[in-house]
């Protein structure tokens, strides 16, 4: 039988483990845009047309991999707030709950707490999909433009 020291230590392990995944992933992923940049630089001496395209395809990707993420990750913390609202238990029991299930707060402390995360919730998922909408329109205009040529 597993020990509640035990147990926390490997929920902490598994927290460092999934922090180095991200860190890891995200100076891969820089290290590939900053070639597909350097590399839409070099096009533009010869194909300005083509390096505005592919600028503009490779903002629509941000647009949608790094917003898309934010906004979903608003959302889920928009509707589990909402759960934890409706049992005024923070954090809410279940799979889009945080972390460890250990109940911080009840009654009127979980409420306000719920109420705050389902506001901060919905503004990530909000400012997320205006982000998601300058970058696609951004990458309109970009593809629009002639000037220079």
Do not use: N
Request: proline fraction near 2%; hydrophobic fraction near 55%.
């Amino acid at each position: 039988m597993e020990t509640a020291a035990h147990s926390a230590k490997r929920a902490l392990l598994a927290r460092l483990a999934v922090l180095a995944g991200a860190i890891a992933l995200g100076l891969a992923l820089q290290h590939v845009v900053s070639a597909q940049l350097e590399r839409i630089q070099t096009r533009s001496q010869t194909d300005l047309l083509g390096a505005r395209a592919e600028l503009a395809s490779l903002l629509e990707v941000a647009g949608v991999s790094v917003f898309g993420l934010t906004g979903a990750l608003g959302v889920m913390i928009a509707v589990a707030c909402r759960r934890s609202l409706a049992l005024l238990e923070f954090p809410p029991p279940g799979l889009l709950s945080w972390g460890s299930r250990r109940v911080i707060a009840t009654g009127e402390r979980a409420r306000r707490a719920a109420v705050l995360g389902i506001a901060l919730g919905v503004t990530l998922a909000l400012t997320s999909a205006a982000g998601s909408g300058l970058l696609w329109y951004m990458a309109r205009i970009l593809r629009a433009c002639r000037a220079g040529v």
